[in-house]
């Protein structure tokens, strides 16, 4: 062991700073626990870069697009260009090529265990309800069920009709995109509308976008409206705890604090780089999804600890 009187004055200046840098830390791990612990119910809110710790890409600006899909960056083509009805109508080999492998991507992709350490948080609790801008089907992969999830852009796992078609919205299972990732060009047939065989499209809410079909999001908002309306008539006291969401399209982080007003809710907020909460009784971890909610987990595990520790010491419950 090295002692702190043995070091230098750069080296102990150092030690201190990681040792504060940890006290804060570990503060807001117990704070975050303490605030699920003694909460009735979990609402989990959640962004693209919840699935940056599962290998996903979470398109931060032109450079990270462009990192994940050189192709497009070759030809200049930014996000809010291919994710855009218009794509499909200019140039459909591209735009599925791109939503092709992203589907693909998806399917393959195993959620990290940040998802299974939320879905323990949730089934212990008396209700839990997810709300995520995610596209890629991760909770749902992760065991949580289809009934308690919001998806407010859609899913890429469902198709509809490029056209303002009659045909609703339907499930992607049947297709299997072959892509030149190179090119970022779909190389087989895309999938058709079921009614008028016209091309058919990923049911997710993109750019300029006035054709979303938005009936099955439509289903989830009403079943999330009946979900709240349990809260109200249960008197359930609510945590919420949103990862991976930032300001550049800000629903989720829009959600979560409109939640919180309404309902009295703390707000665990889990970003890296845009932690600051909008209030007092809220907290911000400057940390990844994984690592922020193993620290939590493993401060709830002190907890209940320390808890049990109380009863053992005081059986018999008698006053001290």
Same mark, same amino acid.
């Given at each position: 062991m090295v002692r702190f009187a043995n070091l230098n *004055?750069?080296?102990?200046?150092?030690v201190a700073q990681n040792i504060g840098h940890m006290t804060a830390r570990d503060s807001h791990f117990k704070f975050a626990a303490e605030q699920i612990?003694?909460? *009735?119910a979990i609402v989990i809110a959640a962004g693209a870069g919840i699935g940056v710790d599962s290998g996903l890409p979470d398109f931060r600006g032109n450079d990270g697009f462009w990192n994940a899909y050189p192709a497009l960056a070759k030809a200049q083509i930014n996000f809010t260009d291919i994710a855009n009805p218009r794509a499909f109508h200019q140039q459909p080999e591209l735009a599925w090529g791109f939503y092709g492998h992203r589907l693909d991507l998806y399917r393959k992709t195993v959620p990290h265990a940040g998802f299974g350490i939320l879905k323990k948080w949730a089934d212990a609790k008396k209700g839990s309800w997810v709300f995520t801008s995610n596209v890629d089907g991760q909770f749902q992969k992760a065991g949580f069920a289809k009934e308690q999830i919001h998806e407010c852009h859609g899913s890429i796992h469902y198709l509809q009709c490029v056209d303002d078609c009659v045909a609703g919205v339907w499930s992607a299972a049947d297709f299997q995109p072959e892509v030149d990732e190179e090119q970022c060009l779909l190389l087989n047939s895309p999938p058709s509308c079921?009614?008028?065989g016209q091309i058919a499209r990923p049911n997710v809410l993109m750019f300029g976008d006035w054709n979303w079909q938005h009936e099955r999001e439509h289903e989830q908002r009403q079943r999330e409206a009946q979900w709240f309306e349990k809260v109200i008539h249960n008197l359930w006291n609510v945590v919420i705890i949103e990862t991976g969401a930032g300001t550049a399209i800000p629903s989720v982080r829009h959600f979560s604090e409109q939640t919180a007003k309404k309902y009295g809710a703390s707000i665990i907020r889990i970003n890296p780089r845009e932690f600051d909460v909008p209030g007092t009784r809220h907290i911000g971890i400057p940390l990844?999804?994984?690592e922020a909610l193993r620290g939590i987990d493993d401060a709830l595990g002190t907890l209940r600890a320390e808890i049990d520790l109380d009863f053992t010491q005081n059986p018999q419950n008698e006053p001290l």
């Amino acid at each position: 062991m090295v002692r702190f009187a043995n070091l230098n *004055d750069q080296a102990r200046l150092a030690v201190a700073q990681n040792i504060g840098h940890m006290t804060a830390r570990d503060s807001h791990f117990k704070f975050a626990a303490e605030q699920i612990a003694k909460a *009735d119910a979990i609402v989990i809110a959640a962004g693209a870069g919840i699935g940056v710790d599962s290998g996903l890409p979470d398109f931060r600006g032109n450079d990270g697009f462009w990192n994940a899909y050189p192709a497009l960056a070759k030809a200049q083509i930014n996000f809010t260009d291919i994710a855009n009805p218009r794509a499909f109508h200019q140039q459909p080999e591209l735009a599925w090529g791109f939503y092709g492998h992203r589907l693909d991507l998806y399917r393959k992709t195993v959620p990290h265990a940040g998802f299974g350490i939320l879905k323990k948080w949730a089934d212990a609790k008396k209700g839990s309800w997810v709300f995520t801008s995610n596209v890629d089907g991760q909770f749902q992969k992760a065991g949580f069920a289809k009934e308690q999830i919001h998806e407010c852009h859609g899913s890429i796992h469902y198709l509809q009709c490029v056209d303002d078609c009659v045909a609703g919205v339907w499930s992607a299972a049947d297709f299997q995109p072959e892509v030149d990732e190179e090119q970022c060009l779909l190389l087989n047939s895309p999938p058709s509308c079921l009614c008028c065989g016209q091309i058919a499209r990923p049911n997710v809410l993109m750019f300029g976008d006035w054709n979303w079909q938005h009936e099955r999001e439509h289903e989830q908002r009403q079943r999330e409206a009946q979900w709240f309306e349990k809260v109200i008539h249960n008197l359930w006291n609510v945590v919420i705890i949103e990862t991976g969401a930032g300001t550049a399209i800000p629903s989720v982080r829009h959600f979560s604090e409109q939640t919180a007003k309404k309902y009295g809710a703390s707000i665990i907020r889990i970003n890296p780089r845009e932690f600051d909460v909008p209030g007092t009784r809220h907290i911000g971890i400057p940390l990844g999804s994984l690592e922020a909610l193993r620290g939590i987990d493993d401060a709830l595990g002190t907890l209940r600890a320390e808890i049990d520790l109380d009863f053992t010491q005081n059986p018999q419950n008698e006053p001290l």
